[in-house]
């Protein structure tokens, strides 16, 4: 009880300073992330709020059920802004291909524009144009606090090399490049380091151009690789001359080393920073095949070291969990989801889920690779990705039923903001332990400590100790995230971790 008692006392401090702050939006996202403070939540507005009256889990507009739109998702903004989101990373929402499509609707990252928004998203019951009820969104979003991050896709629909042929790479047959299984899309021809295709940077500055328009903070670039540094760097430079604070994610992994095609260019994440990239994605979605500690503390010092190797601040996201990977709980259970949610709280990156984490969705649509009852492309079938949220039909809001799993994210997003000073400033480090499979790091920064302790192996209950130096028994530590309280003694932690739980202990007028 006293435990509560403190937690939320000390949440109650840290709502007080953002009260009173002012009405009139100014974008500060770079500053946020570049400081590893965002919370960021990533969602397909198409599923967002759909409204799936019969339960069937697929949208079917002709019975009066309302799939996702730019409207209707307002009412679940005062529900993130609770939970603790401070971004919204929202899927492309550019007009769609429907030929050689996969899925019923056409899948997020097939445009047939890069200027023109998705009629899906519209609202019929309002007067409002598409564009204007997108910029109502982002306004309401704005008034919540919630910076908007927009996806710009990769490569460009069929329907769209239809429509401009020279955009396009072609192959020895004269044939429009599919980029590896990616059958609804075909390659840009988007030039090389000594000679950018203008005509397909136009497109792209076309769309900084809308979104920007529209209010947005900052893009994320899907597949961000597959062009040249330099074309990134010239668009990237132009946003800035626009707003300052524009922020650029770049979905590059240090993992990846190969295009997708042997017809695409391949620029590493750390070129894509050089141009002006803010972050990565880094590699934290392999720890689902990491085994032992080591593996997960390497990478954060991996991380950590090229946030510091460029002259202008760089950061990451906890891309623990993406809308490309299995739902958490279908890798290592709830146990799994919850230990993705308090690294993402205590690690020195920006936080980052997907719509549905919070409450266990599994992503798993019984109808999902069956023939569809009605379709709006030339595919008559639900394609999905077997536990991976949606992006390819009409299908109903994601979202599971672990409520518990809801209430300690609330809370861990809530110590997040309450330890931002430390996560921006901290000194990180990693602690040693007596077992291969537990990790052990801290945060430090003036004079306050955030301690946390975890059991990668999912199997077995392991009892451990944790060096801590110079840790005294009488120092104030408040148990934030705990099952039983480890015994500390002569500055050493003994601790005892179920399979893959996580801990957390914040230690006043201490630092290591």
């Not at 597949?223 to 074309?231: G, M």
């Not at 300052?244 to 979905?251: R, S, V, Y």
């Not at 008559?380 to 949220?389: A, K, N, P, S, T």
Request: aromatic residues 14%; proline residues 4%.
């Amino acid at each position: 009880m006293i435990r509560k008692i403190l937690f939320a006392f000390i949440i109650f401090i840290f709502s007080l300073s953002e009260t009173f702050a002012d009405d009139v939006w100014i974008n500060d996202l770079r500053s946020l992330f570049l400081s590893d403070n965002a919370i960021i939540y990533e969602i397909n507005l198409r599923t967002f709020a759909a409204q799936d009256l019969n339960k069937d889990g697929i949208i079917e507009l002709s019975e009066g059920e309302e799939s996702g739109n730019f409207l209707n998702a307002i009412s679940r903004l005062d529900e993130l802004q609770n939970m603790g989101i401070n971004t919204l990373h929202i899927m492309p929402v550019m007009a769609l291909g429907k030929t050689k499509a996969m899925g019923t609707a056409g899948s997020l990252y097939a445009p047939v524009s890069f200027n023109e928004l998705n009629p899906q998203l519209k609202s019929d019951k309002s007067a409002l144009t598409l564009e204007e009820q997108a910029v109502k969104f982002i306004n309401e979003a704005h008034k919540r606090k919630i910076r908007v991050i927009i996806d710009v896709p990769a490569c460009g629909s069929y329907d769209l090399y239809l429509r401009r042929p020279e955009l396009f790479i072609r192959d020895a047959e004269n044939q429009p490049v599919v980029p590896a299984d990616w059958t609804d899309v075909r390659l840009f021809d988007a030039g090389t380091e000594s000679k950018i295709n203008q005509d397909v940077y136009n497109l792209y500055k076309d769309f900084v151009d809308y979104v920007i328009r529209l209010g947005a903070d900052g893009i994320r670039a899907d597949v961000a690789t597959i062009k040249p540094a330099k074309f990134w760097k010239d668009l990237i430079d132009y946003s800035r001359r626009k707003d300052p604070q524009f922020l650029w994610l770049a979905e590059a992994s240090d993992s990846w080393n190969d295009a997708p095609s042997s017809y695409a260019v391949f620029t590493p994440y750390d070129k894509l920073l050089q141009a002006g990239f803010d972050g990565f994605y880094a590699s934290y979605f392999n720890m689902k095949d990491w085994r032992k500690a080591f593996e997960l503390m390497n990478h954060v010092k991996f991380t950590n070291s090229v946030k510091k190797s460029f002259s202008e601040p760089k950061s990451v996201i906890g891309s623990f969990t993406t809308h490309d990977e299995l739902s958490p709980v279908l890798v290592n259970g709830t146990q799994y989801s919850n230990m993705i949610l308090w690294l993402n709280s205590t690690l020195p990156v920006n936080a980052y889920y997907v719509d549905g984490f919070a409450t266990g969705d599994n992503y798993i649509y019984l109808w999902a690779n069956k023939k569809a009852r009605k379709t709006s492309t030339d595919d008559d079938y639900y394609f999905v990705h077997r536990g991976q949220i949606d992006i390819f039909n009409f299908s109903r809001q994601p979202g599971g039923k672990d409520l518990s799993l809801k209430s300690d994210f609330e809370r861990a997003n809530a110590f997040r903001k309450f330890i931002a000073p430390i996560i921006a400033n901290g000194n990180f480090k990693q602690l040693k332990t007596s077992n291969p499979y537990i990790f052990a790091y801290g945060l430090s920064y003036n004079k306050t400590t955030v301690l946390v302790f975890g059991n990668i192996n999912f199997k077995d209950f392991i009892e451990a100790s944790v060096k801590v130096p110079h840790y005294q028994d009488e120092l104030l530590t408040i148990p934030i995230q705990i099952s039983k309280a480890p015994v500390s003694e002569n500055g050493k932690f003994n601790i005892s971790l179920y399979p893959g739980e996580i801990q957390v202990l914040l230690v006043n007028n201490f630092e290591l």
